[in-house]
């Protein structure tokens, strides 16, 4: 979720370093209108002049970090601390992209959607050349031999069974009870004084005993759950911290073993979260080979010798479920828009062959399938257009198989209505974002189970959870109550792409359901503020939204 902090923090402080803006409340606005609210295009090929002329002087890297930090500093943009270990973490990745992709620093500009590349076609040439270039890429890479796997064994042989997803639990070792949750820095609740509580505090990531408390209500409901899919992001957001490797590390182990403590007799199917790997988002091999090493030995109580392969190389693999239903799991780093490394000639992972070639054998051995991944394509996710639009290509390729796509990152509670290539009028797919567990940024912690048809092979309905921090640390007890049933909230005939798409469309006109999409959007503690106008028009593009392009086209840019 703070990679969008991390993708202002170094587009301000890398090429923009004569501005000063709070980037504390970037979730409100898709991620190129905050940064453009926050710089403009001038400022930003400024900044990268200054940038080009140190490293036209030959500036180390340590004078770089130096110049920018001093800069962050002065400005009172962010605490020292913090402008020194952002800058320290990534201005040494960016450096060397720049220089081994021989991109400059404006190129930036351009990346992040801050200007208009004078030499770059249109957004909608550019879609569909770039639908041309991946689909040439996906039928002429791929391998064409069957996965070997072995299926899982479900708890129950009913028609209808319930799977739970649990996302971003994000939980914090260093939580302090009564420390400041507002001490100015990107992560709080660690020092000073203050109303931190017990239980956790809305502004801050959760205490270990509050994730503890959670997986013991969890744990309960084992015998009615068939399988788990946990969509990543498991370490806290210090995002600055220049020593947290083995923090990283820590995190992902820790709850690996609470999750298999909690549920000894469950199949988990795992994905790899953006803030998993350190620096959070920068994902290359070989350099983060020990990134999937841990993933390996954390996962493997779960996983056949097959997919821990994938894992181990590549960080994405694919599993049956049972005799007929298949589980795909993406390293969505690969089309994460802060991983510095995706602009390198040589991409840091390149799944897109794989990916297809999972599809058409499921296709062969009469499969459906689930997709589970860490970030979605949607504008608050900061994930490319290049990703999203093979994405959506194959959403629309292998739509007939394709059961279930189950996502987290943005901490929302969203759904994305994948539409046609060509026209964007007919619904092809549905992206179920599931809310976060941790508090962090406002938000009550929540966890989601859904209903699932064996035998029509379709989510039938799901259940959001919550539970109120505030009355957890009033009362001395933690409690979670049913959000909504996402049927009987909309009152929809069923779950399938084509109803998600009617009640995307009724958002327009009926307020009512609007009201009741929005004011779950956050899971608030003290509800939403009123939108309307141009607030409503983005909730409501962002669900259309799969590329930048389809959002501009739904806003009428």
Known sequence: MVAKQILVYVVLLLCCLVTVHNCHSIQTTPLQNRLSKAISCEECRLGAQLVDSLIEINASTTDIIKVVADLCIKSGFEQPDVCEGILTNYVPIVLDVLLESELSPGDLCDYFKLCNSTDESSD?????????????EIFTDCSRQSPKITP???????TVGYFLQITDIHFDHDYVVGSDPDCGRP??????????????????????????????????????LDFIIWTGDNPPHNVWDPNS???????????????????????????????????SDEFYLPNTQWLLDVLYDSWEPWLDSDALQTVSTYGFYTSLVRDGLRLISLNTLDGDMINFYNLLPTRAVNQTAWFENVLQQAVANDEYV???????????????????????????????IISAQIYGHTHLDQISVYTDTETFSKPIGVNYIAP???????????????EYDYSLNQVTNYYQYHANISDANLYGQLNFTLSYSAKELYDMPDLTSNSWFQVANHLRSDDQM????????????????????????????????????????CMGV
């Not at 899982?152 to 009913?158: D, E, H, T, W």
């Open 245 to 279: 490797k083995s923090n990283q590390i820590a995190a992902t182990q820790t709850l690996s073993a609470l999750v298999l403590k909690s549920f000894p007799s469950t199949p988990v199917f795992p994905s790899i979260g953006n803030h998993e790997s350190f620096p």
């Open 436 to 450: 976060s567990m941790t508090t962090y940024q406002n938000h009550e912690p929540g966890f989601r189970i859904y």
């Open 187 to 224: 992560l709080c609740c660690r020092n000073g004084t203050g109303d931190a509580g017990v239980w956790g505090n809305y502004q801050c990531d959760l205490p270990f005993n509050t994730v503890e408390a959670i997986f013991q209500h969890l744990s309960t409901l084992e015998d009615q």
């Open 370 to 400: 689930i997709i589970a991944g860490h970030i979605p394509c949607t504008l608050k996710s900061g994930v490319s257009d290049e990703w999203c639009t093979m994405y959506q290509q194959l959403v629309e390729e292998y739509g007939s």
């Open 124 to 136: 909608a040439e550019f879609y569909h050349q770039n639908r041309v270039y991946r689909q040439k």
């Open 514 to 553: 609007f009201n009741n999409y929005y004011n779950f959007l956050s899971n608030h503690p003290n509800g939403q503020t009123p939108c309307t106008g141009e607030c409503r028009d983005k909730v409501i593009c962002e669900i259309f939204g799969i590329t930048s392009f389809q959002f501009d086209q």
């Open 152 to 158: 899982k064994a479900l708890k129950s042989n009913s």
